[in-house]
């Protein structure tokens, strides 16, 4: 990753904001390192425990990346170190977004400051999309401002298609794009919640409408129809940032063999025979689905490693099945605490990856290969797995279409397709390494970071 300035000009100073997920953070401060890698100063703003439980910054570039900590105001009712969204049970999301906008007046104190120190004032800044007082406070400070956009071209550009005027022309995405009924319903909510003041909807569009442009996670050969459609975004300039890849190698995340649990007990399977299951850290399952989960797992057959997220309020007795454990020990292993996912995708034992389709953990299964058994639960997951499923690379477990539910035969016949079948998963295989090229082609995101960072200096010459 290592590179040179993209130009003979002076090094830029870019203050980058990300939304207080670490599906979101881990991300922007990949583009942090690949921006100092250039020769570039990044001041990373976020809440003192969420920089805290971030990885270590490769030490090449360390000295150019500056952490700034603002503290998360407290609401009432908010948990106490409640600062990214895995900390926050769903039904207090709202309540964290206020907490989060009571984090408006400290960066723009921060940046103030910034812009009075002499040769310290930041040349951009590079808010997520809910940052609409980071993107008011570059406007009064007078320093450019750019939208990141951390998901798939395609997903953004259907999501345009249905909320324009084109839509009413006929010109909707197909009907194999359309969302289930319980999706739509959840989806709803961006347009209606508001008990934080402000809807998710809203917040976006605020945002939008603050900044220079837009930067978003993909590239032209990753989405060579959807990426020529979004070109712009309710008129602000659309520029790929490439899909950011984690090292191959493992890197960040990663942990060497033999260190760590799973990945020993991985070392004692045979290849290829292992399903790794992690459905993320934002969202867990409920109990009841959590069952229906394990026991598909159970009647599939297969080896499993489940990276197992604890439904809240469930104790630990009642997480999983009477007799789960017992019945699947020597071919299954479930582990609540942290899983170093880059070692476990690495690894040669893993033959697929049950995911809920989060873009980080899409693109780092692909990265590494595995065909993907889709299991979305919110937000833009379904939408991803629409458009993996559309790619063949892997199918989705079959969910009831008004509430989302499924069965332990859903699970198993998702799972046997992908993984068991010798059919259907030579087809998924073949065309998961299709996509793996594009994924692994470092010279190809690389290019997108310097053409991003050629966009920066577009609006200073």
């Known amino acids: 990753m290592d590179a040179t300035p993209s130009t003979c000009s002076s090094p830029l100073h870019v203050v980058i904001c990300p939304w207080l997920a670490f599906g979101h953070l881990l991300p922007c401060l990949d ?156 989806m709803k909510l961006m347009s209606t919640q508001r008990a934080s003041g402000m809807t998710v909807a809203e917040r976006f569009f605020l945002t ?37 890849p984690p090292s191959p190698e493992g890197g960040r995340g990663g942990s060497k063999d033999g260190e760590d649990a799973t990945v020993r007990w991985l070392d004692e399977q045979p290849a290829e025979s292992v399903v790794y299951v992690a459905l993320g850290s934002e969202v867990p399952l409920a109990a009841e689905q959590v069952h229906e989960l394990a026991l598909g797992l159970e009647l599939a057959g297969t080896r499993f490693l489940w990276a197992l997220r604890k439904p809240s309020g469930v104790a630990d007795a009642d997480v999983l099945p009477p007799g789960f454990e017992e019945r699947t020990r020597g071919r299954g292993l479930v582990v609540t605490g942290w899983v170093p996912q880059i070692s476990v995708l690495v690894h040669g034992a893993v033959a697929a990856f049950l995911t809920h389709c989060g873009w980080n953990s899409t693109i780092e299964g692909l990265l590494f290969g595995h065909p993907l058994i889709m299991l979305p639960i919110f937000g833009d997951q379904g939408p991803n797995a629409r458009l993996m499923e559309g790619r063949k690379v892997g199918v989705q477990v079959a969910r009831n279409e008004n509430d989302g539910s499924f069965s332990r035969e859903d699970v198993a016949a998702a799972v046997q397709a992908v993984a068991v079948e010798e059919e259907t998963r030579r087809i998924f295989v073949g065309n998961v390494r299709k996509m793996q090229e594009i994924v692994a082609d470092s010279k190809c995101h690389e290019r997108c970071i310097d053409g991003f960072i050629q966009q920066l200096r577009s609006y200073q010459e």
């Open 208 to 244: 939008l409408m603050r900044c220079h442009f837009v930067a978003i996670r993909s590239c032209l050969e990753w989405e060579p129809e959807s990426i020529p459609r979004l070109t712009t975004l309710w008129g602000k300039l659309v520029v790929p940032l490439g899909l950011l």
């Open 31 to 186: 583009i942090s390192e690949r921006l100092a890698s250039r020769g570039h100063r990044v001041s990373f703003v976020s809440t003192p425990r969420n920089i805290a439980r971030l990885p270590p910054v490769r030490p090449a570039v360390a000295p150019l990346v500056d952490f700034v900590a603002l503290p998360l105001p407290h609401v009432e009712g908010l948990p106490d170190g409640a600062e990214s969204t895995n900390d926050v049970p769903y039904e207090k999301f709202e309540l964290h977004r206020k907490a989060f906008d009571g984090l408006g007046a400290s960066f723009s104190e921060f940046l103030g400051a910034a812009c009075a120190e002499g040769g310290k004032k930041p040349d951009w800044i590079l808010v997520d999309v809910y940052h609409h007082w980071a993107a008011a406070a570059a406007n009064e400070h007078k320093v450019p401002c750019a939208m990141l956009l951390l998901g798939a071209a395609t997903v953004i550009a259907n999501w345009v298609s249905r909320s324009s005027e084109h839509a009413a022309a006929g010109q909707e995405p197909s009907a194999a794009a359309q969302p289930p009924r319980f999706e739509t319903e959840r």
